[in-house]
Structure formats: C-alpha cells, structure tokens
C-alpha cells in the first residue's frame, strides 16, 4: 500500500526521501506544498523534477479525509464532518474571533473515558486516529477557509479539545504536533497550539519533554470524591498528583499558567463552598480558570448552571486573584459546542453503562 505522507513529520518525510534515493531537502518543499499549498496530487508539484514526481506517485499517496458536510452557525462557527470509512465520522469545528480563528481538532473515534457530562463520552470508543487523520482535519479547514495561496493565516490556534483524549493516542498527537508547529507545515508556534487533557499523567510527563505545547487541564471538581464520579479517569489519577503534575509540566510549557477547565453543572460542583475548595486545590499551581457553562445533550441528567450562578463563581475565584474567563457558547445551534461533538462512532468499547470505573 502506498505510504500516506499527509501523517509523516519532517524527520520521518527526510527518511522516506533519502530510503528513495530523493534528497532530503525534497521534504521541505514537500510538506510546503501539501500543508500550505492544499496539494494532493504529486503531478502538480511544480518545483519537483519529473522524475522525482513519478517516483513519489508509486510509492506514495497524500491521502485526507472524505468531507461529508460542512455547517456553519448563526455566529460563523463552521463545523466540518469528515468520513473515515467503516461507518466512523470525526467533527472539526472552526471558531472565528476579532483576533484570531481557531480549530478545534478531534483526536480519537469517541473517547473510552466516559465522563459523566461529555456526549463524546456517552458515544464510547472505536479508535485512534492516525497522525493523517489529524492533520487532515487541519489541511480541510485550510482548504475550507480559503487560506491556501493566501499570505493571511485564519487559522491562528489549534486547539487539541474535540472528540477524544488526546494523551491516549499519544504517538500520534505528537507527530501531527510537529507538523503543526513545522514552519514547512503549519508554522503556529507552540504558544498557539493547546491540548487540552482530562489528566493522564504518565503521557503528560512525556508530552512535557517531547513536544510542550499550552495546556488545558480539564478539571470540573474540587475534590476527588466528585471528581471520581464526573471524571472517572481520577480514579487512576486523583487531584494531588494532578496538581504535581501540572507543576512539573510548567517547567517546560511555552506559557507560564495551565489553563483549568471547568464546566458548569448546576447544583453539582457550582456551589460558593466548592470555589473555595477550589482555590486550596489547586493554590500551588500557575493557573488561569476557563468554566464552561454545560452545553446539554439529550438524556444527559445536567442542567447548566444560572447565569448568577456563574457569576458568582467566578466572583469568588476572581478575588482570589486568579484570572477567570467564562467560554462564550459558540456554535451551539449546530451541536459545535464544547462536548457537543457526536460525530458516527462504531462502539467497540461495550462497557456497560455503570459509571463506577471499574473498567478503567
Ligand atoms: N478529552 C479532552 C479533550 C476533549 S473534551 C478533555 O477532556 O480535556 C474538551 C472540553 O470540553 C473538556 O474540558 C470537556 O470537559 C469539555 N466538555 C465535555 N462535555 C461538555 C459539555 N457537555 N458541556 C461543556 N463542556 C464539555
Ligand atoms: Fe473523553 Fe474529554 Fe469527553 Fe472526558 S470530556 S469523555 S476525556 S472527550
């Protein structure tokens, strides 16, 4: 089968060049003309020899995604259904602000973690995505948005925070990093790249010594009894060595705070008395607050919480001293919201709805 070279980094796009006898310098202006200029196709790489060209075409492909719609919100949010085959569908979702545009990105086909308050986590798991699917995602966008051939970027950030958790398709997420931040690929610094993890710690250390980019921690309890139930995955990982973590992590990260995550459940971790723990929780750690007011799904049990709720909250956070913004609900007419992305996911987890965390 050929080799997709939509998923290889710069390193490994060199070895596959030197292993056909190409120069390696071939894979600068290979990935300038895939990643920045949208081209698929290896006849139409005008600064390749001929020879160099037929070569790739038989041992090689850029293959991306099949795109089955694209939508766009009453605010511009776009969203983007992209196929991979075998009744499994991934979502994209584009925000665009005053300053910048950014992608949200899925990672996995579901998500195994199945916290309490997430639709991708309800849909189950069937895979990882490959480093192709990935940046595939990215390349559509590009090519959706009209940047390609174009001096200006709209998408400035990319943000590690659709379907899936990133940390547990780590090899992957770390190679499509890279072509993100190659100034042959996509160029963003590592700043303006953001993943965004519920906290699995042993893939965190690595991230953190491999490829530290910005940091979205997703938190949403103060303490682990709540968090077990919201967040199963603290049971493997509870809140102290989370918290040591973030630490260590910032000793490496391209910004001097880790970003918590905190969605808004009314009545469940919104109380004045749960900010407060909050703050003893997380006191030892650079950090800036994002709370998130849920974005419902059917059946989901949650209701968000009040808008004085929520202020209030952050109120309390805010005198504190820490810097607090509320997530603006973008896209939600078209289900692009935080934890509304569904996408087609063949289960294949089949654990059963019992959220003890046995199977974790
Ligand atoms: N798995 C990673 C990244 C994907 S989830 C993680 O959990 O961090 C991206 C963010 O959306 C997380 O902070 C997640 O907690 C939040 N989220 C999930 N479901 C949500 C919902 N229904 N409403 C609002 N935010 C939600
Ligand atoms: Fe997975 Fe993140 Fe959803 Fe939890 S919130 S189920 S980790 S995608």
Redesign the pocket.
């Known amino acids: 089968m050929a080799l997709n070279l939509l998923g290889l980094n710069r390193h490994e796009l060199t070895r596959f060049l030197e292993g056909l006898g190409e120069k390696p310098f071939r894979a600068r202006q290979l990935m300038r003309w895939i990643h920045q200029e949208g081209v698929a196709d290896f006849s139409l790489m005008s600064n390749l020899s001929k020879q160099a060209r037929q070569t790739l075409a038989s041992h090689a492909e850029v293959s991306v995604p099949e795109l089955v719609s694209e939508q766009v919100a009453e605010d511009g949010t776009r969203k983007w259904l992209l196929s991979l085959g075998q009744g499994n569908a991934i979502e994209t979702v584009f925000i665009p602000e005053a300053t910048r545009g950014t992608l ?1 990105i ?3 086909v579901g ?1 195994a ?1 199945a ?1 309490s ?5 309800r849909q189950g798991f069937n895979r990882n995505l490959t480093t192709a699917e990935i940046i595939g995602q990215v390349w559509w966008a590009n090519q959706a948005l009209g940047a390609n051939g174009q001096n200006e970027r709209v998408i400035s950030n990319v ?10 398709n780590y090899e992957a997420v770390v190679e499509a990093i890279d072509i993100l931040l190659d100034d042959h690929g996509y160029g963003l610094s590592r700043r303006r790249v953001t ?5 699995v710690l042993p893939a965190l250390e690595r991230l953190r010594d491999r490829a530290p980019v910005a940091l ?3 938190l ?1 309890a103060p303490t682990d009894e709540l968090r077990n139930e919201l ?1 199963p995955l603290n049971q493997k990982y509870p809140l102290q060595e989370l918290m040591a973590s973030c630490r260590r992590y910032l000793d490496k990260a391209p910004r001097d705070f880790i970003t918590f ?4 459940l009314a009545g469940v971790n919104d109380s004045d008395q749960q900010a407060q723990q909050l703050l003893r929780c997380v006191q030892d750690v650079p950090c800036k607050f ?1 709370l ?6 059917s059946h ?1 049990g ?1 209701r ?1 919480s009040s808008p004085e709720r929520i202020r209030r909250f952050r109120d309390i956070l805010m005198s504190a001293g820490l810097v607090v913004t509320v ?1 603006r609900t973008r896209g939600d007419d078209i289900d692009a ?5 569904a996408g087609k996911v063949v289960d294949k987890s089949r654990r059963t709805l019992d959220r003890s965390g046995e199977r974790l």
């Open positions: 949200c899925s990672s996995q998500c973690l916290c308050f997430c639709a991708t986590g943000v590690l925070m659709g379907m899936g958790e990133p940390l547990l993943l965004s993890t519920s906290g979205a921690v997703s949403h967040v995550e905190y969605v808004m994002n998130i007011p849920f974005n419902p799904f989901s949650y968000r997530r919201a935080c934890g509304q992305l």
